[in-house]
């Protein structure tokens, strides 16, 4: 194993690259998520416990990263994006962050289990799991259809804020998982799109490396056309009410509108890839507001300002 | 990796920079202990406060059979 500056291994790895380990940008939706599937969900529970479980799960996906950074540092150092990483910018060596990553997420999942619940400890095992072995290790280096699995790692905290909660398992956690599920495609292919020479020469089969730019476009079209009735389908069951089932229909109708733009169209060299960009952009937006306004709608309903 | 290779031997200035960044790890993870001892005590009290579910159900039971 060779790192581009092995002199600099002789300091002990500075704590904010430990931090930078975690992917605090990617914790931010993490724990957005988590904390709308929790206020979401039917009943009550104590302000210090719901801190813990919103913790447990921000602590988790920050071991799960530190786990997939100790994995890829050899594929992080061949891409732009990723390269000044703390591993293979050469500020910390590999063992350190493989140490780091199975710490938080045994520490997360011990808290989990003996503060709220052993099912919620056992859900968060999983995605742990899920990322860091079946996504990172096992998937992604073998299909292009990687990120439709990955998406089920991001998936996982409003659940899982949900059954800290209610204590079982319900048709609405697992709506609030699929929507996710579903959004990460067009999502994370909008990125890829603009983007795809990095993956290209690190060898990781993105769609539009493997597959091709037309194929991957019209299956952003597929799956954000997907996501419109399953993102309304919590208001068809009667799980919220007409706020949230009103703003789903507008805000993934936005989303099919400009998916369509980047599934109908051809780039040329030198095009900029606006619609991608702006894809890209939306989709993450989309995702605050719509849990935003499933929160929105339950406290609208709790007050009586719908029927 | 705090262990030091024995044939480089640290200048003045690296040994300092050693230390300050040691000296910042201890703290952060001081801080973080501390936190740590703060939450586990708040979420020992707020157990200890709870009434378990089925609580009520039990200490009937018991007033059924004396």
Request: glycine share 8%; net charge positive.
């Amino acid at each position: 194993m060779t790192t581009a500056n092995p002199q600099a291994l002789i300091m002990p790895a500075d704590w904010r690259d430990f931090f930078a380990l975690t992917k605090p940008g990617v914790m931010r939706l993490v724990i957005f998520t988590a904390v709308c599937g929790m206020l979401a969900a039917p009943g009550s529970i104590h302000p210090v416990l719901a801190f813990t479980a919103i913790l447990c799960i921000a602590v988790g996906a920050g071991g799960a990263a530190a786990l997939n950074q100790w994995w890829e540092a050899d594929i992080d150092a061949v891409m732009k994006r990723t390269a000044g990483r703390p591993i293979p910018g050469g500020r910390m060596d590999r063992t350190s962050a493989r140490d780091f990553g199975f710490a938080l997420s045994g520490l997360s999942v011990m808290t989990m289990g003996l503060a709220i619940s052993w099912l919620a400890a056992g859900i968060l095992a999983f995605s742990i799991f899920y990322y860091a072995y079946l996504y990172t290790v096992w998937l992604k280096p073998r299909t292009p259809q990687n990120i439709v699995i990955g998406g089920g790692a991001g998936a996982f905290p409003p659940l899982i804020g949900w059954i800290a909660v209610t204590g079982d398992i319900t048709l609405m956690p697992v709506l609030l998982f699929l929507i996710i599920f579903m959004w990460t495609p067009p999502h994370f292919w909008a990125l890829a799109l603009f983007v795809q020479i990095d993956y290209s020469k690190a060898g990781i089969p993105m769609m539009p490396v493997v597959a091709g730019e037309r194929s991957t476009r019209w299956q952003i079209l597929a799956y954000a056309a997907a996501l419109l009735p399953l993102s309304m389908t919590p208001w068809f069951i009667g799980g919220t009410g007409w706020i949230y089932g009103v703003s789903a229909l507008l805000l993934s109708g936005m989303f099919l509108w400009l998916s369509l733009k980047v599934g109908l169209r051809t780039s040329t060299p030198g095009d900029g890839m606006k619609p991608e960009k702006r894809l890209f952009a939306y989709s993450i937006f989309y995702l605050f507001i719509l849990f935003a306004m499933l929160v929105v709608d339950r406290f609208a309903t709790i007050y009586g300002l719908q029927a | 990796m705090t262990q030091l290779p024995d044939n480089h031997p640290l200048s003045a200035t690296e040994t300092d920079a050693l230390r300050t960044r040691q000296r910042e790890r201890n703290k952060v993870m001081a801080l973080i202990l501390g936190l740590l001892v703060i939450l586990f005590f708040a979420i020992s009290i707020v157990k200890i406060a709870a009434k378990p579910p089925h609580a009520a159900g039990e200490g009937a039971e018991q007033a059924e059979q004396s």
